[in-house]
């Protein structure tokens, strides 16, 4: 009785032991869905009913309404506890006049980080443009809701679940940089900035760009499949990128990828017009998330109401899961 006693406590033991262990994996695995989950669609939309609202007068670059803007995201970050990777409180990247070719006065980009845990040297950064085209002649506004007012709420809601995850104590092992650019309906002139002049952190240590321009609508193409998104230029530079990107996408969305605008011979050279070419042209790893163009597109009828909000929520996440993924593998993605 006394050996049975023994092996039978020492079963439970290890039972229990591989219990515990499996559970550990489990909540290891199910921590990006968690916190994934915090990203909503009433969350969204209230942000970009302020973000694209006539009180920010078409957030044309280096206007009082682009100022605006770029206080309403410092003020988010801020309330949120998000620091700054300049300076406390100092959430803007100046930019001055003479850098934007007579086509602006001077603007600023918006940054904001979470810093990693185990490699806070190694950078995922995270980017939309903030500006828009302002009021036409006739005086009326271009809201902008979809461009890029969806990408950049996104970033916002994107930001909030891994300050959530890092006061948890599950922070990203790589640091996170939210970066809000200003100039690129004007030429890519923010991005270039950051890139160019005066990148905050080393480019040599910036592990890809997730970029975001235009994910809250549905073209024309998809009418009858809403559960899609373009992907850009996730397989040009680094093939492990491309394929992280598809298993974190089968694994926790299941959308449809369309790599139209992919092909090297698009003859609307999107891979060339946001502001991820500017990572990938000093060969950054990039993914440009776009919802294509629509019959609002650069016109005033960009408005919030538009939005399919459901849809922005799950292309968000989306987002978020990549982010989570690329932040805490154990190896950096390598390049090609």
Known sequence: MKRLSVF?????????????????????????????????????????????????????????????????????????????????????????????????????????????????????????????????????????????????????????????????????????LFLHVTGEEIGLFGSRYYTDVDPIFPLENTVADLNIDMIGRVDKKHEDNRNYVYLIGSDKLSTELHNISEEVNKKYINMDFDYKYNDDNDPNRFYYRSDHYNFAKNNIPVIFYFNGTHDDYHRPSDTPDKIQYDLLETRARLVFHTAWELANRKERIKLD
């Not at 700054?84 to 959430?91: Q, V």
């Open 8 to 176: 039978l406590c020492t079963a439970l033991l290890i039972t229990s032991c591989g219990t515990s262990q499996n559970n550990k994996q489990q909540d290891k695995e199910d921590l990006s869905a968690t916190y994934a989950a915090t990203i909503t669609s009433d969350e969204l939309k209230e942000a970009l009913y302020t973000y694209a609202s006539d009180d920010f007068e078409g957030r044309k670059t280096g206007e009082p309404g682009q100022k605006k803007a770029v206080n309403f995201l410092k003020d988010h970050y801020e309330s949120l506890g998000i620091e700054s990777p300049i300076a406390k409180g100092d959430y803007f990247q100046d930019i001055p006049e003479s850098f934007f070719s007579n086509k602006a006065k001077a603007s600023e980009n918006v940054v904001a980080y979470i810093k990693g845990s185990e490699k806070p040297d190694e950078i995922i950064v995270i980017s939309a443009h903030l500006d828009h085209i302002g009021v036409n002649g006739n005086g009326k506004i271009n809201n902008g809701a979809d461009d890029d007012g969806s990408g950049t709420v996104a970033i916002l809601e994107i930001a909030e679940a891994f300050k959530k995850a890092a006061n948890e104590g599950h922070g990203p092992k790589r640091s996170i």
